[in-house]
């Protein structure tokens, strides 16, 4: 079976630092370029970061440059979010997801995990 | 960045009915365009890459379009278990951009 989950989220306060993990199984994840999504409580998705299959490429919306870095891992199937410098508006559910290709296909997805940053 | 404007932001349709939501971008993206349902607590679902071409074992009565800029997603007979948010996304520059979302509910 093919699957993504997501851990790591937690309650912080702001201006501290959190790390997310993803675990991939059922697919060749080093085929992936990889990605994370966030979702803020009842609003749309927003993508946060990527990073190339080898972990050469990465790239950034302007609103985590400088605070989050993406890695992976592919001897151990894993995707990972560091997160610093947090503020309240970094608080959502985040997604990783897998793409296989262009044309906009996220193919797998993962169930998220929620990040709340409040005091 | 580009920008994406979707609409409607929400629906509400009979079952049976043709329903069709738009993605227009700020700038020309070729063909670089994917759908996404996402049902309340769940995670996005993959219906349509490239923006025409379905995913396998997605539903048929989901399709995808472009004319220019615009992009369509259209469900041909709306059914119960289509209601749920939708959302474009473009990967052809960074950053990459989702719409703000539709949400689809059944009259």
């Known amino acids: 079976e093919v699957t993504l989950v997501e851990s790591g989220g937690d309650l912080v306060q702001p201006g501290g630092s959190l790390r997310l993990s993803c675990a991939a199984s059922?697919?060749?994840?080093?085929?992936?370029?990889m990605n994370w999504v966030r979702q803020a409580p009842g609003k749309g998705l927003e993508w946060v970061a990527n990073?190339?299959?080898?972990?050469?490429?990465?790239y950034y919306v302007d609103s985590v440059k400088g605070r989050f870095t993406i890695s992976r891992d592919n001897a151990r199937n894993s995707l990972y979010l560091q997160m610093d410098s947090l503020r309240a508006e970094d608080t959502a559910v985040y997604f990783c997801?897998?793409?296989?290709?262009?044309?906009?296909?996220?193919?797998?997805w993962g169930q998220g995990t929620m990040v709340t940053v409040s005091s | 960045a580009i920008q994406m404007t979707q609409s409607p932001s929400s629906l509400s349709a009979s079952v049976g009915d043709r329903v069709s939501i738009t993605c227009r971008t700020s700038?020309?993206?070729?063909?670089?365009l994917g759908w996404y349902q996402q049902k309340p607590g769940r995670a996005p679902k993959f219906l349509i890459y490239?923006?025409?071409n379905l995913q396998r074992g997605v539903p048929s009565r989901f399709s995808g379009s472009r004319s220019g800029t615009d992009f369509t997603l259209t469900i041909s007979s709306l059914q119960p278990e289509d209601v749920a948010s939708y959302y474009c996304?473009?990967?052809?520059?960074?950053?990459?951009?989702f719409g703000q979302g539709t949400k689809v509910e059944i009259k």
């Open positions: 996304l473009q990967d052809y520059n960074y950053p990459w951009t």
């Open positions: 700038q020309g993206i070729g063909n670089d």
């Open positions: 997801a897998a793409r296989s290709g262009g044309g906009g296909a996220f193919d797998i």
């Open positions: 490239g923006a025409s």
């Open positions: 990073i190339k299959q080898d972990g050469s490429e990465k």
């Open positions: 059922g697919f060749i994840f080093s085929d992936y370029w």
